[in-house]
């Protein structure tokens, strides 16, 4: 009793279905994540050997009850005993598997006498059924057939392959140019098919959200979520205490919701009659094509692969990056896409410094992105650092950096192993990295239940409605689509103040979604950053505009402003209150201000660029024969030129703490070289060749090389 226990529950906890008959074969992985779950090394493979033992009985138990009875029914048919039967058969009765052998055998004739019938079934079952016959497309020597009924492609008697389909017909029939007409009997067939066929294979098309680009395996889809999805986290205080007379209450309790929202989402587009026949006749070209096997898949699946897989494309980055805009009923423009929702990175931007609190690592570098993830684990509670099941995410490029410069730091190491999965030393972390942080330095920590992806029916997404409107055929779906989270932290009172010990969700301080940006009102003077402190300007003026302040402000707050418009471009004036280095600043498309708030209504100018200087200020070119370079640009990208004598790089002058800088050769005239010394720390004398390059990262006092090529 006391196993069947334990049974149901690693069941529940590895997922295995309760009702689970069959021998166990954990892979390493599941045994170490059980053996994590239960604290006890080793349990994993005891369990599976003790679940497939009693299995292994069980099963025998019932072969021999089983045979037992064989043995009755086949003494009353032929008149005999059962130990007369038995001697028959002569069968030792040590095991159930030699007992149902021995039945084996002693059928083997009538086995014989059924072969040659079994043979006339298989000739009958290759062919056609009288009333359907056959259609075959050869598709080259070395391809297998494939074969479609008189009714249906692929012989599937789906209904969107039926062959009343012209596209399928000509498929069927070898027609590569394709022939349907697409006139509104034809249209409203494929409307049919299309949402038979979604509702039909709701799961499969749900997974398109989830391959490519990258949404954790992890994150669990909640359904039939219609507005808003509610977790409650329940926050306990002191309880226990030393023992008195008398009765002397002391828990303190406390449910803090955790509301996540749903937002709304269409597509609407169209295609020309002329397009579906090139789409129809794409596929029909695929379907023919023997270096590949597109044959297998339907037309309808093939067009809602068209239509939809840029849909998820968007869907995977705003479920990341968005930030949500309502765009009014009387919208003239559609809204972009990364403002159709709230998505990860802005739910924990609006929770950061409120709901939890974050790390401060200060700036990530190639340097010293080892310890910081280190640092950042070290300063986990306690009772929060060793959890099963805890995910570190960041980027892909900062996930490599860190594998790299563990492997500088303890590839040395006698007793040094490879990995790339976990914390070092924290089996318990592991990494999880998103194409869509590449370029942040946005580092966080939480179990991997905590986050989600909510939908409102499994398969929406992929409904596709088609309507006929004079020459041009109109699709056209709804669905919903967030991002849920169940905690970020709860408190025991709601006054007291945010700490590690009480939060669930980790993060550093690093900015986020400064490169997303939020379309501010049409021809305002005093753009909000209230939603979000990233605004693109100009694209729905009607005339140009001069700003003069900056609405909902906070004191510390960093302000990006990206012009987006060249008809009636916006212009950020120049005042006590707004102090820009340059002087007026014109938002043509493409330009970017960044400006830092000294109050709620003042403001200072940290960078300016428009595209032609961001190229141009990229790299910095180093003087013939100069011995130092002068960092005070700020610019980290610096190239040799031609030199007239032997040069020797001393020194990086105006250099800041933490940054890497790259020396680049320009020319091979003379090249400019650098060795280990006073200011220098590298593996050996660098020559800077054209085309080769070093990166040097500054401590404080040495530029130490991390990379040459």
Request: overall charge negative.
């Amino acid at each position: 009793m006391k196993f069947k226990k334990i049974v149901a529950s690693v069941f529940e906890f590895m997922g295995i279905a309760a009702d689970h008959k069959e021998k166990l074969a954990f892979t390493e992985d599941e045994k170490d994540k059980l053996d994590k779950h239960t604290g006890k090394e080793g349990f994993a493979d005891k369990f599976e050997a003790q679940f497939n033992h009693e299995l292994e009985a069980q099963d025998n138990a019932e072969a021999k009850k089983l045979y037992e009875e064989f043995m009755e029914q086949e003494a009353e048919s032929s008149g005999d005993t059962v130990e007369g039967v038995k001697e028959k058969i002569e069968v030792d009765e040590k095991t159930a598997t030699q007992q149902m052998k021995a039945i084996i055998d002693d059928f083997k004739v009538i086995k014989a006498e059924n072969q040659q019938m079994k043979g006339q079934i298989a000739e009958l079952e290759k062919k056609p059924e009288d009333d359907v016959p056959e259609a075959v497309i050869k598709m080259g020597e070395n391809k297998e057939q494939v074969k479609h009924s008189k009714t249906h492609l692929f012989s599937s008697n789906k209904s969107w392959d039926q062959l009343d389909r012209p596209w399928n017909k000509s498929a069927a029939d070898g027609n590569v140019k394709g022939s349907t007409t697409w006139n509104d009997l034809n249209i409203d067939k494929l409307n049919s098919d299309l949402q038979d066929y979604s509702r039909r294979n709701s799961s499969e098309i749900m997974s398109m959200i989830f391959d490519g680009f990258d949404i954790p395996e992890h994150w669990r889809v909640y359904t039939n979520i219609q507005d808003e999805f509610v977790f409650s986290a329940l926050a306990t205080g002191e309880i226990t205490q030393g023992y008195k007379e008398g009765w002397l209450p002391k828990n303190k309790q406390r449910f803090v919701p955790q509301k996540n929202k749903i937002y709304d989402k269409q597509i609407d587009g169209f295609f020309t009659g002329k397009q579906l026949k090139s789409i129809e006749k794409s596929w029909l070209n695929m379907f023919f094509n023997e270096g590949s096997t597109p044959y297998k898949e339907s037309f309808v699946r093939y067009l809602i692969n068209e239509i939809l897989k840029q849909a998820r494309k968007e869907d995977k980055i705003s479920l990341f990056k968005g930030v949500y805009k309502e765009t009014p009923a009387d919208a003239s423009e559609p809204g972009h896409f990364i403002n159709s929702m709230n998505g990860f990175l802005k739910i924990l931007d609006q929770k950061r410094g409120t709901e939890y609190v974050p790390f401060t690592l200060g700036k990530i570098t190639e340097a010293n992105v080892y310890d910081k993830v280190n640092e950042m684990v070290e300063q986990l509670p306690h009772s929060v650092r060793n959890l099963p099941g805890l995910k570190f995410g960041m980027s892909k490029y900062w996930h490599r950096r860190y594998h790299d410069a563990r492997e500088l730091r303890k590839g040395t190491n006698m007793d040094y192993a490879a990995q790339d999965e976990y914390v070092e030393k924290f089996p318990n972390i592991e990494f999880t990295h998103h194409a869509q942080l590449d370029g942040s330095d946005f580092f966080y920590i939480t179990p991997d239940d905590n986050i989600g992806v909510m939908v409102d029916r499994p398969g929406e997404e992929s409904i596709i409605t088609l309507e006929k409107d004079k020459r041009n055929i109109n699709f056209f779906n709804d669905y919903k689509l967030g991002v849920c989270f169940k905690a970020f932290g709860a408190k025991v009172d709601a006054s007291d103040e945010l700490t590690y010990e009480n939060q669930i969700f980790f993060s550093n301080e690093a900015e986020v979604l400064w490169d997303v940006y939020y379309p501010a009102d049409a021809d305002d003077a005093t753009p909000s950053v209230a939603d979000h402190y990233a605004l693109s300007i100009g694209s729905l003026n009607t005339t140009a505009t001069n700003i003069t302040s900056i609405d909902d402000a906070e004191t510390g707050d960093t302000i990006f402003l990206y012009g987006n418009s060249d008809t009636n471009p916006s212009t950020v004036v120049s005042s006590a209150n707004m102090i820009l280095d340059g002087g007026n600043f014109i938002l043509t498309k493409g330009n970017t201000l960044t400006l830092k708030a000294l109050s709620a209504t003042k403001f200072i100018e940290l960078d300016r660029r428009t595209p032609a200087s961001a190229a141009a200020e990229e790299e910095q070119e180093i003087a013939a024969d100069a011995t130092t370079i002068d960092a005070s640009s700020g610019l980290l990208i610096f190239v040799t030129s031609s030199n007239t004598q032997a040069t020797a790089l001393t020194n990086i002058e105006n250099a800041v703490l933490g940054e890497t800088y790259t020396v680049k050769g320009g020319s091979s005239t003379n090249p400019t070289t650098i060795a280990t010394g006073t200011n220098f720390l590298l593996d050996s004398a660098f020559t800077a060749n054209d085309g080769s390059y070093i990166k040097l990262y500054y401590n404080g006092t040495k530029f130490i090389e991390i990379e040459r090529g």
